[in-house]
DNA sequence: ATACACACGTGACGC
DNA sequence: TGCGTCACGTGTGTA
């Protein structure tokens, strides 16, 4: 620590430039010591977030920080929107297990890319049962070139017809055909179509 | 640029303090201001790519880069959870429906089913679950008072009257009943009885 | 010893 | 005016 304690205390001439007192130095001083300080634990912390890193300088810290930093947005990017994608999914497919129910019939062009998985997954909540408002549910099998189409829902009357202009939509012919009622307020349909 | 030209040719005592040639001490300057560039604009790219930086201090800038990598970070782990989750979900539900598609009879009438099969393909060489001795599938759902069971198994002979047996076991009357045959392989039994 | 990296004190600029 | 921030030159340690 050295103290060349220069007071240089100007005249009023020309390049004059004022000297500060001594115990303004020192508080200069150790501000900016503090300061170094905090920025010196700021490159730890820093360090000690980003993985894999070789080199402890405050370049290469920096450095691997921003590559890491943008990787991980990236990776935000794809898996929001990858996820997206599967929500996107599941309300396709709840809209296709809705218009059978509803009697809204919005416009239902989707029959080309819409595969049997999504009828599979259409069936998808919790492991655990007992939430009977999700209803219909849905269920599909494939066996060669039969399908099992196994519904239970409520009693809605319009739902039949529903079901069979989605199932001729596919150039499917219904080979066997079932629907039991349960208990006045549901009912389990059971379709096999080739 | 001072030149102070300190050429001190220190002898071999005690506090000597070796004093660089001034080329080298050029050379030193120019690398420490190089370097120093270098950190300031990494920086500056680092504050470009933190989103929302009110102030550009270097400390703010790497407290918000640390608290914004954390977030992202933490963001990257629940996604990927979700996506785990939906997955399995997604693994688990064609597991259930264990629809089975021998790839002989790829006779598409069902709509393209290519991604069943892939799923099924995962779901199948899963863990050594032979796939076709989990069969029958039984599902109960219960109503009022009213018992609705459902059943998908082979095309056995017997089990109609051991069903029958179970259920005047519990003493219920079946009021609906329907078995469906599916591809002469399996069949679909659906009972209400109360 | 060459090269690099760091912390320090210090002058300067802006609010 | 003072307070906060920055860049600079420099000394020192380490590989």
Redesign the interface.
Known sequence: MSQPSKTKQAVSSGGAKRKRQPSQVQDHIIAERK?RE??SQ??I??SA??PGLKKID??SV??E??K???E??E??KV??S??AK?TMESVVLVKKSKLMVDEGSSDNNV??S????DY??S??ND?GDSSSDSLPEV??????????L?V?CGQQKDILVKLFAEIDK???SIT???V????N??Q?I?I?A?
């Open positions: 300061r905090l920025l700021l490159f912390s820093l977030i980003v405050k370049t920096l450095g920080a921003i890491h930093m943008k991980l947005q990776k935000v898996l929001e990858v996820i599967r029959s080309s819409t595969t049997v998985d599979c997954r069936s998808n492991d269920e599909v099998k494939i066996l060669g070139n039969s399908l099992l196994r239970y596919h150039h499917l066997n055909f079932s039991i009622p349960f208990e307020l549901a389990d059971t096999v080739k």
